[in-house]
């Protein structure tokens, strides 16, 4: 089990009676002192995937993922929203805190409009901490190859356009 965790209410989870978990170091390893070998984490368990939620915890004038979440959705077209807000797709390492998609749900349901609420559903695979990867894997086969060669950037083109390239060449439509 890991050490880090999405907390519910930061209140709450500073009380906990089972906050505080000892860490032994890997392989025998030490600290810079030579001698320790294991560290005892207490509200530093939950402050890091807080920070997800809560930027100015770190001193960040950020929004949080509840805003950008919110301020993805508002920026497609209305008659897609209501798609989007019932099919939020977790995937990377960081939506592997055990919590997180349970806070990510409730956290939008509350910060949804009241009509919007009941749609708000956050869909987390198990192995969502590798989907980018496979997904990468998948799209990199040689197969693939021939559906792909229009949106390849090349190196000169990078150095050329910069980034606008990537909207250029993405500028195709999805169809489901």
Known sequence: AGLCFVGRRLSEDQNRDDLEK???????LTLRDG??????????????????????????????????VWSSIMAC?????????????LSGG??????FPER???ELKNTAPPQARPHVHVLSH?????LV?????LYCQPEMRPLQDH?????????????KIVAKKAAFRITS
């Not at 198990?126 to 590798?130: E, K, L, T, W």
């Not at 990867?133 to 894997?137: C, L, M, N, S, Y």
């Not at 949106?151 to 980034?163: D, L, S």
Request: aromatic share 10%.
């Open 22 to 28: 000892t860490y032994h170091l890997p392989d025998g």
């Open 35 to 68: 001698i320790t070998t294991e560290i005892t984490l207490g509200p530093e368990r939950f402050y890091p995937p807080e920070a997800l939620f809560n930027p100015q915890l770190c001193g960040r004038d950020s929004p949080s993922l509840i805003e950008l």
């Open 77 to 89: 077209p209305i008659e897609s929203r209501k798609s989007l807000i019932g099919s939020i797709v």
């Open 94 to 99: 960081s939506s592997m805190f055990p919590g």
């Open 104 to 106: 990510l749900e409730q």
């Open 126 to 130: 198990p192995s969502r901490g590798s």
């Open 133 to 137: 990867w496979q997904g990468a894997r």
């Open 151 to 163: 949106i390849w950037i090349t190196r000169q083109e990078w150095e050329e356009i910069g980034m």
